[in-house]
């Protein structure tokens, strides 16, 4: 019996894929995509808030700044509930549970091959009624102390906060997600009821599912367990409040001593997304990506002349960050010359704004992201969380799908100018000891 | 044969084996082409530079440029190869995927294609002089001495191998797959060529998975392909990672670099093969140890004691050892040691709630299901299978872990001994 619950089906033939998307009274977003034959099912609980929302403006008006780390501070205390710890609920269950931070981002999830719908109302009901006690606080900043160490010694993490510190005055991108052992000491249960009470709320908030399911039973889930409370909140949201960034970077040369082999390097281009619209946003995206694997990818005569060169290595990598309405182009990796790396790409850069871009190497890179985005229909975890981030974005279930087979060259070379400004460019370097 | 529906063997010649899994709910398919060896220190740096050295180019794309534009127009092919190592074989392989062609309305055979391409690049690679090109050589050799080197980046993984190197100092099991880095820089063109086309094509065991919706027809078309290699006495690797138990006395090493955390590994000698009757006891047994977040590790050693962000225990079933590895502060290397010691105890003692034995059970099942929705797991989960001559597919593994009783885990764990601890810390 298939009851009308107020959902909408959203398909894409080509791919042979769907989803059934609903809107629970609360404002809460489901998205559920089946998956006939897959033995895996993936939920995810997701709150478009990360470590960069660590200043807003909460629901009564008043500005607030806490400090760095805590929304992954509360995704760790979010799992210890007054009974005891989630994870040995969901470890009963035999189920993988897991959760992260992202800079704009927290999810909590799990995978299952059983037991789907007893982990899931888990999922739903830990998330929505936190526990916080002043000794639990202070025991969780010992394990994410720990976990701040691990990321110290980490080269790859380190030059890229080095990075984000040069390129950035004052975004809050520059803390680490984690935060240090010296922001996390001023955290308290005050405060993380405070940030939990202004951003988890259900209309900033969606939950993920994909798996061999019935669409009828998922949706009954979610009106069974979304709480009466949750109905009657109010709309309102946090805003967040990002001050003001320059457009030139902070500082253009930075050097760090680790124990590395070869000298690690990040280096980059700084931009801005203000005022974009979430279908440019993307457009400018895959505008980027197609842009980038011409000129700097493991197919560019760019990469073939510097790896023969030594200049580079296998590591070498650049791509394009965009975080709600800000941006960069990054290029990371090893060499015994980042400077003769900037060098080499400010040049390329200025020759191909000369020649313009290759209709044959347009289509042949187009054909190449087509396919490797169709590859990603493979996974559950990995539809969930596009279908996560695409409705945090303001973005519809299929429109990257639909902008691939409509994206133009003209699209690409109109970003060629004005990416590449050497005022907005910023490098970091992290060397051996001697 | 192994019995499973999920795979089956197409054929066999000149030590070239074939299997097949098809599965039509991925978008995609994969091939994977495998070259085994003993791990030892004659071959162990020539096996590992081939794959590099490879995927430079081959006759028809004769550079990693020309290579990737190729895969591009493939619609996002994707083609790696590198070396690895089960217990005390050592792997360089060769793996590719692409989406199946009708995701893509104008696609023309993309299986067909990309088969050319990798059979290209493996058995036919570019030349000059008519052995490797000299520069393709010597940069392969720099990007293989800064992988080895780069190992030591990851504190964390550095740590677990190190444990092991000095545990098997005297077995093949401590050779790093890659090789060692004063054997890679006595390699040249014409030495390496020499070895490739005369021992490493004709006499390594060969075997190729092809996993996906693909029409037998295009099977074949692959497998004809190898008749036209040149075979010769193929390598047997039939009695490789003999189990050896653990020296009387335990080795303590310490070593000392630029870090904050420290890393503390301890490893142990399972005593048990996976033909033995106790494997399965033992695969549970290591889960209720350190397999997840019921385990006595995460719970004792992270959550109750605080005292790590991770504290896990793995075993590699191709060699009989368990390691244990865990990110501690520096002070506290006696407490987590002594804790990780107190939970192996407990276990032989029989001290195991129903809980934790369930939730081990629970948490495997879902491994093994979890590996059937991906499609190199389960290859690389048949290739194992077959490396080890053993013939259950994934049905009767997880038939065989359902039967494990509490008891059978205490008894696992009996055979289980401390060989060697290694702990990775700061400077003095």
Same mark, same amino acid.
């Given at each position: 019996?298939?009851?009308?619950?107020?959902?909408?089906?959203?398909?894409?033939?080509?791919?042979?894929?769907?989803?059934?998307?609903?809107?629970?009274?609360?404002?809460?977003?489901?998205?559920?995509?089946?998956?006939?034959?897959?033995?895996?099912?993936?939920?995810?609980?997701?709150?478009?808030?990360?470590?960069?929302?660590?200043?807003?403006?909460?629901?009564?008006?008043?500005?607030?700044?806490?400090?760095?780390?805590?929304?992954?501070?509360?995704?760790?205390?979010?799992?210890?509930?007054?009974?005891?710890?989630?994870?040995?609920?969901?470890?009963?269950?035999?189920? $993988?549970? =897991?959760?992260?931070?992202?800079?704009?981002?927290? &999810?909590?999830?799990?995978?299952? /091959?059983?037991?789907? +719908? *007893?982990?899931?109302?888990?999922?739903?009901?830990?998330?929505?009624?936190?526990?916080?006690?002043?000794?639990?606080?202070?025991?969780?900043?010992?394990?994410?102390?720990?976990?701040?160490?691990?990321?110290?010694?980490?080269?790859?993490?380190?030059t890229m906060m080095n990075f984000l510190n040069t390129l950035y005055?004052?975004?809050?991108?520059?803390?680490?997600?984690?935060?240090?052992?010296?922001?996390?000491?001023?955290?308290?249960?005050?405060?993380?009821?405070?940030?939990?009470?202004?951003?988890?709320?259900?209309?900033?908030?969606?939950?993920?599912?994909?798996?061999?399911?019935?669409?009828?039973?998922?949706?009954?889930?979610? $009106?069974? =367990?979304?709480?009466?409370?949750?109905?009657?909140? &109010?709309?309102?949201?946090?805003? /967040?409040?990002?001050? +003001? *960034?320059?457009?030139?970077?902070?500082?253009?040369?930075?050097?760090?001593?680790?124990?590395?082999?070869?000298?690690?390097?990040?280096?980059?281009?700084?931009?801005?997304?203000?005022?974009?619209?979430?279908?440019?946003?993307?457009?400018?995206?895959?505008?980027?990506?197609?842009?980038?694997?011409?000129?700097?990818?493991?197919?560019?005569?760019?990469?073939?002349?510097?790896?023969?060169?030594?200049?580079?290595?296998?590591?070498?990598?650049?791509?394009?960050?965009?975080?709600?309405?800000?941006?960069?182009?990054?290029?990371?990796?090893?060499?015994?010359?980042?400077?003769?790396?900037?060098?080499?790409?400010?040049?390329?850069?200025?020759?191909?704004?000369?020649?313009?871009?290759?209709?044959?190497d347009f289509n042949r890179v187009l054909n190449n992201f087509r396919?490797?985005?169709?590859?990603?229909?493979?996974?559950?975890?990995?539809?969930?969380?596009?279908?996560?981030?695409?409705?945090?974005?303001?973005?519809?279930?299929?429109?990257?799908?639909?902008?691939?087979?409509?994206?133009?060259?003209?699209?690409?070379?109109?970003?060629?100018?004005?990416?590449?400004?050497?005022?907005?460019?910023?490098?970091?370097?992290?060397?051996?000891?001697? | 044969?192994?019995?499973?529906?999920?795979?089956?063997?197409?054929?066999?010649?000149?030590?070239?084996?074939?299997?097949?899994?098809?599965?039509?709910?991925?978008?995609?398919?994969?091939?994977?082409?495998?070259?085994?060896?003993?791990?030892?220190?004659?071959?162990?740096?020539?096996?590992?530079?081939?794959?590099?050295?490879?995927?430079?180019?081959?006759?028809?794309?004769?550079?990693?440029?020309?290579?990737?534009?190729?895969?591009?127009?493939?619609?996002?092919?994707?083609?790696?190869?590198?070396?690895?190592?089960?217990?005390?074989?050592?792997?360089?392989?060769?793996?590719?995927?692409?989406?199946?062609?009708?995701?893509?309305?104008?696609?023309?055979?993309?299986?067909?294609?990309?088969?050319?391409?990798?059979?290209?690049?493996?058995?036919?690679?570019?030349l000059e002089d008519g052995k490797f090109k000299k520069d393709y050589?010597?940069?392969?050799?720099?990007?293989?001495?800064?992988?080895?080197?780069?190992?030591?980046?990851?504190?964390?993984?550095?740590?677990?191998?190190?444990?092991?190197?000095?545990?098997?100092?005297?077995?093949?099991?401590?050779?790093?797959?890659?090789?060692?880095?004063?054997?890679?820089?006595?390699?040249?063109?014409?030495?390496?060529?020499?070895?490739?086309?005369?021992?490493?094509?004709?006499?390594?065991?060969?075997?190729?998975?092809?996993?996906?919706?693909?029409?037998?027809?295009?099977?074949?078309?692959?497998?004809?392909?190898?008749?036209?290699?040149?075979?010769?006495?193929?390598?047997?690797?039939?009695?490789?990672?003999?189990?050896?138990?653990?020296?009387?006395?335990?080795?303590?090493?310490?070593?000392?670099?630029?870090?904050?955390?420290?890393?503390?590994?301890?490893?142990?000698?399972?005593?048990?093969?996976?033909?033995?009757?106790?494997?399965?006891?033992?695969?549970?047994?290591?889960?209720?140890?350190?397999?997840?977040?019921?385990?006595?590790?995460?719970?004792?050693?992270?959550?109750?004691?605080?005292?790590?962000?991770?504290?896990?225990?793995?075993?590699?079933?191709?060699?009989?050892?368990?390691?244990?590895?865990?990110?501690?502060?520096?002070?506290?290397?006696?407490?987590?040691?002594?804790?990780?010691?107190?939970?192996?105890?407990?276990?032989?003692?029989?001290?195991?709630?129903?809980?934790?034995?369930?939730?081990?059970?629970?948490?495997?099942?879902?491994?093994?299901?979890?590996?059937?929705?991906?499609?190199?797991?389960?290859?690389?989960?048949?290739?194992?299978?077959?490396?080890?001559?053993?013939?259950?597919?994934?049905?009767?593994?997880?038939?065989?872990?359902?039967?494990?009783?509490?008891?059978?885990?205490?008894?696992?764990?009996?055979?289980?001994?401390?060989?060697?601890?290694?702990?990775?810390?700061?400077?003095?």
């Open positions: 019996m298939e009851v009308n619950m107020g959902y909408q089906i959203k398909e894409c033939k080509q791919l042979g894929e769907k989803v059934y998307e609903y809107i629970h009274p609360s404002g809460l977003k489901l998205i559920f995509a089946p998956k006939p034959g897959y033995f895996e099912k993936y939920a995810s609980f997701s709150v478009n808030y990360g470590s960069i929302d660590c200043k807003f403006k909460d629901l009564s008006g008043e500005i607030v700044t806490v400090p760095a780390g805590i929304a992954h501070f509360l995704e760790h205390k979010l799992f210890e509930q007054e009974d005891g710890s989630v994870m040995d609920k969901f470890a009963s269950l035999g189920s $993988n549970p =897991n959760a992260f931070t992202s800079f704009t981002q927290t &999810s909590y999830l799990f995978s299952c /091959t059983d037991s789907f +719908d *007893e982990n899931f109302k888990l999922l739903m009901n830990f998330v929505q009624n936190p526990y916080l006690t002043k000794e639990s606080v202070e025991k969780e900043k010992s394990i994410i102390g720990q976990e701040i160490n691990m990321y110290r010694d980490n080269p790859s993490w380190v005055f004052s975004n809050p991108i520059r803390n680490d997600i984690a935060g240090t052992i010296d922001s996390i000491s001023k955290i308290d249960t005050e405060l993380l009821y405070k940030c939990y009470n202004n951003y988890y709320r259900p209309s900033n908030m969606v939950i993920s599912v994909a798996g061999d399911l019935d669409y009828n039973k998922v949706i009954q889930l979610v $009106n069974d =367990n979304i709480s009466s409370k949750w109905v009657n909140m &109010s709309a309102g949201v946090a805003q /967040t409040i990002i001050d +003001d *960034e320059p457009a030139l970077v902070k500082e253009k040369n930075v050097r760090a001593k680790m124990d590395v082999f070869t000298p690690m390097f990040m280096f980059g281009f700084k931009g801005d997304l203000t005022g974009v619209s979430p279908i440019d946003i993307a457009r400018h995206q895959i505008a980027m990506k197609i842009l980038l694997e011409i000129l700097f990818g493991r197919s560019s005569s760019f990469y073939e002349q510097l790896y023969n060169d030594g200049l580079i290595n296998d590591s070498f990598y650049c791509g394009f960050e965009s975080l709600r309405d800000f941006g960069f182009i990054s290029f990371e990796g090893e060499s015994n010359k980042p400077e003769a790396v900037v060098e080499a790409v400010l040049k390329h850069v200025s020759d191909v704004q000369k020649t313009g871009i290759d209709p044959t396919g490797s985005y169709i590859k990603r229909y493979n996974s559950v975890e990995s539809i969930c969380r596009q279908n996560t981030g695409n409705s945090f974005a303001g973005l519809d279930i299929y429109d990257y799908f639909d902008l691939y087979a409509t994206i133009k060259i003209n699209d690409v070379q109109s970003i060629l100018e004005g990416s590449f400004d050497e005022g907005k460019l910023s490098l970091t370097v992290t060397e051996p000891y001697n | 044969m192994i019995k499973e529906d999920r795979i089956s063997k197409v054929t066999e010649f000149n030590g070239i084996e074939f299997y097949k899994i098809p599965e039509n709910k991925f978008k995609t398919f994969t091939i994977g082409i495998y070259f085994c060896d003993v791990l030892n220190k004659e071959r162990v740096s020539s096996n590992a530079m081939i794959p590099f050295v490879l995927r430079r180019g081959s006759q028809e794309y004769s550079s990693s440029m020309a290579i990737s534009r190729r895969l591009h127009e493939l619609y996002g092919a994707s083609f790696y190869s590198d070396v690895t190592k089960k217990g005390e074989i050592q792997m360089t392989y060769f793996s590719s995927d692409a989406v199946v062609d009708k995701y893509i309305p104008e696609s023309e055979n993309i299986f067909r294609n990309l088969t050319d391409l990798i059979f290209g690049i493996v058995t036919d690679p570019f050589v010597e940069q392969e050799k720099t990007t293989l001495i800064d992988l080895i080197e780069t190992q030591k980046n990851n504190k964390d993984s550095y740590a677990i191998q190190r444990c092991f190197e000095e545990m098997c100092k005297d077995e093949p099991y401590s050779i790093n797959e890659g090789g060692d880095i004063e054997s890679i820089k006595s390699i040249n063109a014409d030495s390496l060529y020499d070895y490739y086309r005369n021992f490493y094509l004709k006499k390594l065991p060969i075997k190729v998975f092809i996993t996906g919706e693909v029409p037998d027809a295009d099977i074949n078309y692959l497998v004809d392909k190898f008749k036209s290699i040149p075979r010769e006495e193929i390598v047997d690797i039939s009695k490789v990672g003999i189990i050896k138990s653990a020296d009387p006395e335990v080795n303590h090493v310490i070593e000392r670099f630029n870090v904050v955390q420290g890393k503390l590994c301890l490893g142990f000698r399972s005593n048990l093969a996976p033909s033995d009757d106790l494997y399965y006891a033992l695969t549970v047994c290591n889960t209720v140890f350190g397999g997840g977040i019921h385990s006595k590790l995460f719970q004792n050693v992270r959550e109750k004691a605080g005292l790590a962000y991770y504290a896990s225990s793995r075993m590699d079933k191709f060699k009989g050892v368990i390691i244990v590895s865990s990110g501690i502060e520096i002070s506290n290397k006696d407490k987590a040691m002594k804790i990780i010691l107190e939970q192996l105890e407990e276990i032989k003692k029989g001290n195991i709630t129903d809980v934790e034995f369930d939730s081990a059970i629970k948490t495997y099942s879902t491994a093994v299901n979890l590996l059937k929705d991906g499609q190199r797991s389960i290859a690389d989960f048949f290739l194992g299978q077959t490396l080890l001559g053993i013939k259950t597919g994934l049905t009767d593994f997880m038939k065989n872990i359902n039967q494990v009783t509490i008891d059978d885990v205490v008894k696992a764990a009996q055979k289980i001994e401390l060989d060697t601890t290694y702990f990775l810390t700061a400077e003095e």
